[in-house]
């Protein structure tokens, strides 16, 4: 612990102009190196492992940039981009390829990570994959306390109280676990699925594999879109289940779509776009609905009644209707086309969602508003800008992040019900939605996975959310413990 | 401010609300790169003289201005108009008149499944904490309410056609022979007068009407199901911890009459908003539960329309709905301010 400190002082420890003359972050870490030291060692090993992908997502931000500002020749970005590749990465495919072929009938595997079958390099790599986020996490979580208990000058703040409650709430635990799960999985979509978007679902015959062929006793090879046309999962008759091989010595983890494509593929390419859209979303409704309750607490009045107007207009509005006439209305534009339809949606979910999260907020706003310190900072001359964003948002923000955390279920479930109804993310980019709608005449046969499987993950990752946006409520409001009317309005159901 | 003085202010309210709301359907429709006699014709036909014939009939040669005063007028006064292309010529209120029974019959079991199942199980959850039962019970409404009802669906309508094989009970022939996918048969409610009169046909019919929406109706009261649950479970254990209840019991009041007369009305109270939130979830899911159980109703009715660009008959439907999910917040507050008079007046 630091000592001599009083709990006066600011918390994040950057500000130096406390009463006893504290010092500044880099003055405190200089002083006491080692910490701080071994927590960089850390960061150093993390991003050395992975420092291709790093620099290829360096590379393709480059490109993007290049192209638009036309300064780079694409000769250039592709030489930058090979070069980016060649960097080994231990989470990439490959590293640990698990598409192989075997010489014989039961003949050793090639080309496969150290020569396993390719279940288990698939599944080395899943743990690899898993095993480095987690240690990211871990290595988050030392930072803070490192941070708290080496070189933040106050020994104590209310946050620590939060995060101690945190740390208590197993309910909301379970919730940030399966919430991680699915952010990683979505992050490192390419690295996780047995083979990529590219060479399964856009571009199938422009790739190739080797497998065994048991008629002619011979190796050969055949592009993927046609091993896939022998692969589908079209019930009783023809059917790749999950966990099984294919006929090609392809492993699916969760089996195959109708079209022969891997579903596990599939579905974590359709967890990047879920998730795009919903936090892309609910990040600009959750700052907008901030920016409106603590302006609606201030002023109240005639402002409060205007936006209580636009709000009840726009909830007054069907969610689920709005999104189809506006995702029809907008069909061939370039809008709809921007990133496969996912900016259209998230613009309009944005647009249809805050007035529900500055509903949420606006009592605890209203709330703050009454309190002494935001007279005392009036009456010291402090502008309502400056009170608003410094005095009023950090009491608020955490009812948001609740609010948000729970409707953000919801987005996923209506992008997925548009999906299934053949709206939305237009095909073939992966949208869960659509494994659903095209699993269905298939559901009471050999191939349930495809319906099945998407909407087990839909209802896990919307408790998830729930789990986590209950978690987060008991710790910063340990009265609360629900009951609000609002909470049921929130909590993303079904409705969609 | 007295109660009615209250009410009769948020209804005036509400005017401004669906005035800005269907403002917003118009714009979407109008303004949106959508060309609606394109959408009729078929996009190769535009700048035939055809095109423009229809644009002129269609009045979308008038000033912008023009086309939202009278458009506005015509709502205002339930002129819906013609649909264009689901049913070329048919006025929309007819439309609506042949759709809008099925909805409404799924909706109200929906909410009277998720009435009879939610708030009871919530109640028993709150009654017995931290048992087996409510853990079960607070659980599985959780999950419950996560599922998403298109899925829920999909899974259901193969479950029961499929029940003969799965678990040797068939659903279609059970008790009578329905469909699982089908429209409800609505006929008899044409004629409410055979119920009085030819009671054992009638009532036999309306049992079919009710075993042909179920599965749907669960469906769709599934979100609010748990929704119900959860909240009903916090609100009685908050009240079985409260002063008044020791008092009670202190009193003497006996466990049954404590329950019922003290703990279960205060109880609702939370319930209000949840119940009538419920329009919302009956409005937007009414479209994926209707498709996927083939009901010809407005949700499907809806998504026909938009899909094929039937833009009157979407405009038309769209301020129905904003109409019954102002209505529903409407009565979400008077039915505040009938159980709990302390809430409600000063709330606005």
């Known amino acids: 612990m630091h000592d001599g400190t009083s709990p006066t002082k600011s918390d994040d420890g950057r500000s130096a102009h406390g009463p006893a003359g504290g010092t500044s972050l880099v003055e405190r870490v200089a002083s006491t190196p080692t910490p701080a030291a071994l927590w960089a060692v850390g960061l150093l090993l993390l991003v050395g492992v992975e420092f291709g992908a790093v620099l290829q997502a360096g590379t393709a931000l480059l490109a993007g940039l290049g192209r638009a500002l036309s300064v780079l020749s694409p000769e250039t970005v592709e030489g930058l981009r090979t070069a980016a590749e060649s960097v080994p990465t231990l989470l990439s495919r490959e590293t640990v390829p698990n598409q192989g072929w ?16 390719p279940k288990v390099a698939w599944l080395v790599r899943v743990a690899l994959v898993y095993a480095y986020a987690f240690a990211f996490l871990a290595w988050l979580w030392l930072g803070y306390r490192r941070y708290r208990t ?15 409650r945190l740390r208590g709430h197993r309910w909301g635990q379970f919730g940030f676990v399966v919430v991680f799960v699915f952010v990683v999985m979505a992050l490192f979509a390419p690295a996780l699925g047995p083979t990529t978007v590219d060479r399964n679902v856009l571009n199938p015959y422009d790739h190739e594999i080797r497998y065994y062929d048991a008629g002619t006793g011979e190796v050969d090879t055949i592009t993927v879109g046609n091993a896939n046309l022998q692969s589908g999962s079209e019930g009783a008759g023809q059917n790749v289940g999950p966990w099984t091989y294919d006929a090609y010595g392809r492993f699916h983890p969760f089996g195959t779509l ?3 494509k891997d579903l596990f593929t599939f579905l974590a390419e359709g967890a990047r776009i879920s998730l795009s859209i919903g936090v892309a979303s609910m990040l600009v409704s959750g700052v907008f609905g901030l920016a409106m309750a603590t302006l609606t607490a201030y002023y109240k009045g005639l402002t409060d009644l205007l936006v209580v107007l636009t709000s009840d207009s726009i909830k007054s509005l069907p969610l689920l209707m709005v999104l189809i006439l506006v995702v029809v209305v907008f069909q061939g534009t ?18 249809v969602n805050w007035p529900y999260l500055w509903r949420a907020v606006r009592g605890p706003a209203l709330q703050v508003a009454e309190a002494t310190w935001i007279d005392a900072a009036r009456s010291f001359g402090q502008s309502p800008a400056v009170i608003m964003r410094k005095h009023m948002a950090p009491y608020v923000v955490g009812y948001m992040m609740v609010y948000t955390s729970m409707s953000l279920g919801g987005v996923i479930i209506a992008v997925a019900g548009l999906s299934f109804l053949g709206l939305g993310i237009t095909p073939p980019t992966p949208e869960w939605g659509r494994a ?8 009471a046969t050999a191939s349930w996975h495809i319906s099945l499987l998407p909407g087990i993950l839909i209802t896990l990752v919307v408790t998830g959310f729930n789990a986590l946006g209950d978690g987060i409520r008991d710790a910063i409001d340990p009265e609360s413990e629900g009951g609000s009317g609002v909470e049921g309005a929130a909590a993303g159901g079904g409705g969609a | 401010m007295s109660r009615w003085r209250y009410f009769a202010q948020r209804v005036v309210l509400a005017v401004p609300v669906v005035f800005l709301g269907t403002t917003v359907a118009f714009l979407i429709v109008r303004l949106g790169p959508i060309d609606p006699a394109a959408a009729i014709l078929g996009a ?13 009939q269609l009045g979308l040669t008038q000033p912008l201005w023009e086309q939202y005063t009278d458009f506005m007028w015509r709502m205002v006064t339930f002129q ?13 209120n007819d439309l609506i008149a042949v759709y809008a029974p099925r909805t409404i019959w799924l909706g109200l079991w929906s909410v009277l499944i998720a009435l009879c199942i939610g708030i009871p199980l919530g109640f028993y959850a709150g009654l017995n904490p931290n048992t087996f039962g ?27 056609s499929q029940s003969q094989s799965l678990f040797g009970i068939d659903w279609e022939g059970l008790w009578v022979s329905t469909q699982v996918v089908t429209p409800p048969d609505l006929s008899v409610f044409a004629e409410p007068t055979t119920l009085v009169t030819t009671p054992g046909e009638a009532w036999l019919q309306v049992a079919v009407a009710v075993k042909q929406i179920a599965p749907a109706a669960l469906v769709l009261g599934s979100a609010s199901m748990g929704n119900e649950m959860r909240i009903g479970r916090t609100a009685v254990l908050e009240i079985i911890n409260a002063d008044y209840i020791e008092a009670a019991r202190a009193k003497g009041v006996s466990g049954r009459r404590l329950v019922w007369k003290h703990v279960f009305r205060n109880a609702l109270i939370p319930l209000v908003p949840i119940i009538t939130a419920e329009a919302f979830l009956l409005v937007g899911g009414s479209v994926l539960v209707e498709t996927v159980f083939a009901i010809n109703g407005l949700g499907s009715l809806f998504f026909q329309a938009a899909v094929q660009g039937d833009l009157p008959l979407v405009i038309s439907l769209m301020y129905i709905f904003i109409l019954l999910l102002v209505a529903a917040n409407i009565l979400q507050d008077f039915l505040y301010t009938l159980i709990d008079p302390r809430v409600g007046y000063e709330r606005r």
Not at chain 1, 102 to 117: Q, V
């Open chain 1, 102 to 117: 075997r010489r014989g009938p039961d003949g050793p595997w090639r080309a496969t990570f150290a020569g396993l079958e």
């Open chain 1, 150 to 164: 080496h070189y933040r000058l106050a020994d104590w703040t209310p946050r620590d109280d939060v995060i101690d």
């Open chain 1, 258 to 260: 109708p079209s022969g």
């Open chain 1, 334 to 351: 370039w809008l709809a086309e921007f990133y496969d339809g996912a900016v259209l949606l998230t613009a309009v979910l944005a647009l």
């Open chain 1, 436 to 443: 659903v709608s095209v699993g269905q005449p298939y559901v």
């Open chain 2, 44 to 56: 190769q036909q535009i700048g035939s003289p055809e095109y423009y014939q229809l644009r002129e």
């Open chain 2, 80 to 92: 819906l108009g013609r649909s264009w292309v689901i049913s070329p010529g048919t006025r929309v």
């Open chain 2, 134 to 160: 409510d853990y079960f019970a607070s659980f599985g409404g959780i999950v419950w309410r996560a599922m998403p009802n298109f899925w829920l669906a999909v899974i259901l309508v193969t479950l029961l």
